[in-house]
């Protein structure tokens, strides 16, 4: 079953305004992570954040984690065209060597 | 970084024909590799964890004698889907991990499967 769900579906912004994607989850997590994908390839990883952690920065990508709320937010500042792809929440539902559990996904527009 | 490939990046098939796909750990041994299935504009669900040197665990609702999944090696895990049929055309992606917690996935560029 689908673990993350992620809001909004699709999100189209201009170049250089901040996104915003937002994951929840149901079950208890050891850790968060965000990918991205872009058309038709694989999977890039972004960003993981643990369940003790509530916040994680990295270059524009900031991620918060509220696990009173399962929920997690992927914000992209300063977007670029090059941003534009489909960004997924993934949590494994394990402790140990698991696979991951994917959200729908969130397919960003990035507008010039 | 770690680099996982696969072979080939697209195929296209007849039905009734079985296809394998190939999942390769370049620069590190990946003691346990995943499988996952991509179908248009949806996310990625799980499809098997395959771990070297035993039989693969498949998740609930995938046909284990439709895929077979060999992790024959340390840097090799094989997918083959047999007797495919048009409703098996996805995105195949495999991942791998090193060991341990399953805490950063390294991903494949993926396989497009198209059966007709």
């Known amino acids: 079953s689908q673990q993350g769900e992620e809001d909004p579906q699709a999100l189209s912004i201009q170049e250089g305004e901040n996104a915003t994607m937002n994951c929840s989850y149901k079950t208890s997590i050891n850790n968060l992570q965000w990918y991205r994908q872009n058309s038709g390839r694989g999977l890039v990883h972004l960003i993981l954040i643990r369940s003790n952690e509530r916040e994680k920065h990295s270059g524009r990508l900031r991620v918060t984690l509220d696990t009173s709320k399962k929920s997690s937010s992927l914000l992209i500042t300063a977007s670029r065209a090059a941003d534009t792809a489909s960004y997924f929440c993934?949590?494994?539902?394990?402790?140990?060597?698991?696979?991951?559990?994917f959200g729908k996904g969130t397919h960003l527009i990035i507008q010039p | 970084g770690a680099v996982v490939s696969q072979h080939p990046s697209w195929v296209i098939c007849k039905s009734g024909t079985s296809v394998k796909i190939e999942c390769r750990s370049l620069?590190?041994?990946?003691?346990?590799m995943f499988w996952y299935r991509q179908f248009p504009k949806q996310s990625l669900m799980l499809m098997a964890t395959?771990?070297?040197?035993?039989?693969?665990?498949?998740e609930q609702g995938v046909e284990k004698d439709k895929f077979l999944i060999n992790h024959a090696s340390l840097t090799l895990s094989t997918l083959t889907v047999t007797s495919a049929h048009p409703e098996d055309s996805s995105f195949y992606i495999c991942?791998?991990?090193?060991?341990?917690?399953?805490?950063?996935?390294?991903f494949g560029p993926g396989t497009r499967l198209t059966v007709l």
């Open positions: 620069d590190f041994q990946a003691t346990t």
């Open positions: 395959s771990n070297e040197g035993s039989k693969a665990t498949y």
């Open positions: 991942s791998a991990i090193a060991g341990g917690p399953a805490d950063t996935q390294y």
């Open positions: 993934a949590t494994v539902r394990g402790g140990g060597a698991d696979g991951l559990t």
